[in-house]
């Protein structure tokens, strides 16, 4: 079992930056995918980013692609999620997910076993 906790969301001015962190309780998380999804009241959950067990392959979406940077450091059990030039439509509740085993898709909610609670990210216009 592995328990994600994140943090570092706040209220921001549009173009302002934030960054995310998720720290994972197991001893180490190494072997473990992990991603960043958001949800915005009324929508559903979607994905943001996701980095491999090792951090030398990353995946984000479209609309953050060139603005977020999604990163981790093993030996500290910590993800990253670095938010520049944010938006208003960037404003979200932002969960951290952890999966292990095979994957065929990285943007793929399923793929993903242990979530946190959830950090606000709030971008005022």
């Known amino acids: 079992q592995v328990q994600l906790i994140e943090s570092g969301g706040g209220l921001v001015q549009a173009g302002g930056s934030l960054r995310l962190s998720c720290a994972a309780s197991?001893?180490?998380?190494?072997?473990?995918?992990m991603g960043w999804f958001r949800q915005a009241p009324g929508k559903e959950r979607e994905f943001v980013a996701a980095?491999?067990?090792?951090?030398?392959?990353?995946y984000y979406a479209d609309s953050v692609k060139g603005r977020f940077t999604i990163s981790r450091d093993n030996a500290e059990n910590t993800m990253y999620l670095q938010m520049n030039s944010l938006k208003p439509e960037d404003t979200a509740l932002y969960y951290c997910?952890?999966?292990?085993?095979?994957?065929?898709?990285?943007?793929?909610?399923?793929?993903?076993?242990?979530w946190g609670q959830g950090t606000q990210v709030t971008v005022s216009s």
């Open positions: 197991r001893r180490t998380f190494r072997p473990y995918r």
């Open positions: 980095i491999n067990w090792s951090g030398d392959s990353t």
């Open positions: 997910a952890g999966g292990a085993g095979w994957v065929i898709d990285y943007a793929r909610i399923a793929e993903y076993d242990y």
